[in-house]
């Protein structure tokens, strides 16, 4: 399917009945989120906002969750394509939401990470570094008890899920686009400073690091005893691991 624009995020998948996936969603440069039929690539339905999808669209149950350019929060009935309800995100949301226990998590461009309430439709918490902050394009972790993101500040910030208190920041020497995984007690995380880091998840400290010397901006994929990274310098590392290590 050719959308004829640009597409920053990646595609998202929707379960059919029996759960299996049956239709892909993304959105583009042309403000439009589409719904494809996974078997044919037949356009199912679209849903055009008012500027720049960046980000990959949320699944929660049958619901599909994204921000954009025109600073809002949206969230469509995945069948349909329809509006169930926005959020006014206070500015520009450049990266993806994550959605868990019927909440989303998602940063915008005023330095805030905010969490939304997908049963009220309203914002629970909002939080801003005391320093000011910069920027948030890396999409949060989300843990049982703890929220996991990376900022233009430099920095990872930990934060409790609840309440949206910072629990630790972890300062590297550039920004930090790409997602955090959570890995048990152990958190993964890229910086445009060229190293890969695993912290504690529990106090931010720095269990390990590798300096592969070019800006790293993609998020970390992390299977039973290798974890998979892709740098600014055109390679994909690999690294054998374990999580009681």
């Not at 995020?9 to 892909?24: C, E, Q, R, T, V």
Request: glycine letters at 12%.
């Amino acid at each position: 399917h050719d959308v004829k624009a640009k597409i920053t995020g990646s595609a998202n998948w929707l379960p059919d009945a029996a759960g299996k996936p049956a239709k892909l969603v993304v959105g583009s440069y042309d403000s439009t989120v589409r719904c494809l039929a996974l078997e044919d690539g037949k356009l199912m339905w679209s849903f055009t906002a008012g500027s720049y999808i960046n980000g990959t669209p949320s699944i929660h149950n049958s619901l599909i969750v994204f921000g954009g350019c025109d600073a809002l929060l949206r969230v469509l009935d995945g069948n349909t394509g329809t509006e169930s309800f926005s959020v006014e995100a206070g500015s520009y949301v450049a990266g993806s939401a994550a959605v868990a226990d019927s909440q989303a998590f998602f940063g915008n461009f005023e330095s805030q990470l905010i969490c939304v309430g997908m049963v009220d439709r309203k914002i629970e918490w909002t939080y801003t570094d005391e320093q000011g902050g910069a920027p948030f394009l890396s999409s949060p972790a989300v843990g049982p008890d703890l929220i996991v993101v990376g900022s233009r500040d430099g920095c990872v910030h930990c934060l409790s899920r609840k309440t949206g208190k910072r629990i630790w920041v972890f300062r590297t020497s550039g920004d930090v686009d790409g997602s955090p995984v959570i890995c048990g007690d152990k958190v993964l995380i890229g910086s445009s400073d060229g190293r890969l880091y695993l912290l504690s998840l529990s106090s931010g400290d720095v269990l390990w690091q590798y300096d592969i010397g070019e800006a790293i901006t993609a998020s970390p994929a992390v299977v039973p005893g290798l974890v998979a990274i892709g740098a600014d310098d055109g390679n994909v590392y690999g690294f054998t691991w374990s999580m009681d290590e």
